[in-house]
């Protein structure tokens, strides 16, 4: 027994029993999430949103009256700002995007550690613990797992829920009967507590394909409605309570269309995408499980009129993604992730299947192992290369590293040894991960304008220098250096006086006369930040001036860099 094949023999071991289960799979979570986390900059737009908005509450200490400045939050249920107000009250930190992310990273990795624990007396433990591995490093779990937005919140109770009711489902014993049925309701309460009906409606269209199957839904009763329905609407309560103070009777404010989309969950984007969307979010955000969706979809569907779990993955994932082709206005980014339990379930019982040896199974998606390594370096290259980006050592060993991983996680899968390729295709992904949002994303500073600025006035002798900013009106900007929208017209700016103006060059000219028209004068060019507004598409040059005649020390001044020979861009709406 080679190497790869001694490891995954000892994790399949280990899967056995719970508890060693559980702490590998915590461990795994920890080094996949912890380093993107911890280093990426403030994400505009959402995250700040989300942010911002608990911080405000921090700071008025309030906690029923979310509002990102002077908007009321209709769409953001209230439990996921409270997750973030509690580790912002912790730590102490207010304008730390890290404090915000802790309760995303929290919850999505508990969402993988329900996932092996519920579904171990359905499946066994290789089974649960290889499902549990394929979704902790899907992309998209692990984006949600970053970012300070409600998805990554909603996902823990989701999955508890579902498979809960596949339990429910698939093993009538009365014995587990007593607790699942309450565990389903509180599940379901703290759902939409953080995330509206998001995952009520993937409840609903799963029980409607269910239907569809069995044209039998007695078994609900076990679940007892009638103690869970005042269980669930007692957890989410405080939503609707908060909706009150704002509005009187909830939702009153609210267009027709707009209460749709409020009670929708909170990732509301007005989006009216191409028909596939969401099946090509779901396909590509689900590596490296998509390379034998194919196999596991035919293998559900050849059992479903024998296998009552078959049928649940298949509603499971076949309702939700019906309901988000036809109905959802959400990004696919961040609505796919509810289905991955099942695919990676679905997945696993494939792996379980296989006898170690044979050919792969057929319409298997395993690349050739060199094209594998070229696919997973040209993803962290073209981001490199997109940001012109010099890569240093470090980040070229990572390259190796991925490249290797990926080949021998498609070498397994195309020779058959597919309990092989299930410990190497998730490491794979997880040393892409980390790689891509530990090491390459954050070491790139022209893509994060709000940190340029912030550093750059940072490393002056007065740290605490009166700061304005021109020309970038995102959310990150507020964050992270206090400078709201309304404060950033060239007027506004010259008005208040600052002692530094970081003002972006297509704003120059509109600057220079509004200082003149306040009698004031631009005493010094301190220097130059070439940047990239990424949600905008458009590259920026931020002039960093002084004010007052005082000259401020700048451990980097820029002596080259001076007003006239900044170059002004067309006045595309860049900022």
Avoid at 255 to 267: E, H, I, S, T
Avoid at 461 to 474: H, S, Y
Wanted: proline share 7%; hydrophobic share 55%; charged share 15%.
């Amino acid at each position: 027994m080679n190497a790869e094949g001694s490891l995954a023999h000892r994790i399949y071991a280990i899967a056995e029993v719970p508890g060693k289960g559980v702490a590998a799979l915590l461990l795994l979570c920890l080094v996949i999430y912890l380093p993107g986390v911890l280093r990426l900059p403030p994400v505009d737009r959402t995250e700040i949103v989300w942010a911002d908005t608990s911080r405000a509450m921090v700071e008025r200490g309030t906690w029923l009256d979310p509002r990102y400045g002077d908007e009321i939050q209709a769409y953001r249920p209230i439990g996921a700002f409270w997750a973030q107000r509690l580790a912002a009250s912790f730590v102490g930190d207010a304008r730390d995007i890290r404090v915000y992310r802790i309760p995303s990273l929290v919850a999505v990795t508990l969402a993988v550690l329900a996932l092996y624990i519920l579904a171990l007396p359905l499946v066994g433990g290789p089974v649960a613990f290889t499902g549990a591995t394929l979704f902790a490093v899907a992309p998209l779990t692990v984006l949600v797992s970053q970012l300070a937005i409600a998805e990554g919140l909603s996902l823990f109770p989701a999955v508890v829920a579902m498979l809960a009711l596949a339990r429910l489902y698939v093993k009538r014993d009365e014995e587990t009967s007593a607790w699942l049925g309450p565990l389903f309701w509180a599940a379901l309460g703290v759902a939409m507590l953080v995330n509206a009906l998001l995952v009520p409606i993937l409840i609903i269209a799963t029980l409607i394909a269910l239907f569809v199957m069995d044209r039998d839904l007695s078994w609900l009763r076990r679940l007892r409605p009638l103690i869970g329905v005042p269980i669930a609407l007692l957890v989410a309560a405080p939503w609707l309570y908060v909706r009150h103070l704002q509005d009187g009777v909830p939702f009153s404010g609210l267009p027709w269309r707009d209460f749709l989309a409020a009670l929708g969950g909170a990732q509301d984007m007005k989006l009216r995408a191409f028909p596939g969307t969401f099946v090509l979010a779901l396909l590509l955000g689900f590596l490296p499980g998509t390379a034998l969706i194919v196999p596991a979809a035919r293998r559900l569907w050849d059992a479903r009129s024998s296998d009552r779990l078959a049928r649940f993955l298949i509603a499971w994932v076949l309702g939700y993604l019906i309901y988000l082709e036809a109905l959802s206005s959400k990004p696919g980014t961040y609505m796919v992730q509810t289905m991955y339990p099942a695919l990676a379930l679905a997945v696993a019982l494939v792996v379980r299947a296989h006898v170690e040896g044979d050919a792969p199974p057929k319409f298997h998606l395993f690349a050739w192992p060199p094209l594998a390594a070229a696919f997973g370096v040209a993803l962290l290259a073209s981001v490199v290369v997109f940001a012109g980006h010099q890569a240093g050592i470090m980040t070229v060993a990572a390259y190796a590293l991925v490249a290797w991983l990926f080949a021998m996680s498609a070498r397994d899968g195309r020779s058959g040894n597919l309990k092989r390729w299930a410990v190497s295709g998730p490491l794979a992904l997880a040393a892409f991960a980390v790689t891509l949002l530990g090491v390459i994303l954050p070491s790139i500073e022209k893509v994060w304008p709000a940190r340029q600025i912030e550093d750059f006035v940072a490393k002056s002798c007065d740290p605490g220098l009166k700061v304005g900013v021109v020309g970038f009106r995102e959310p990150s900007a507020a964050f992270a250096l206090g400078v709201t929208k309304d404060r950033q017209a060239p007027e506004a700016v010259a008005t208040e006086e600052p002692q530094i103006a970081v003002v972006e060059s297509r704003w120059l000219d509109r600057y220079q006369k509004a200082v003149a028209a306040k009698g004031g004068a631009i005493s010094a060019t301190y220097g130059c930040i070439p940047s990239y507004n990424v949600m905008r598409g458009c590259p920026m040059t931020f002039v960093v001036l002084g004010h007052g005649g005082t000259d401020f020390c700048f451990t980097h001044k820029d002596e080259g860099c001076s007003i006239e020979k900044v170059s002004r861009p067309p006045s595309k709406d860049c900022d």
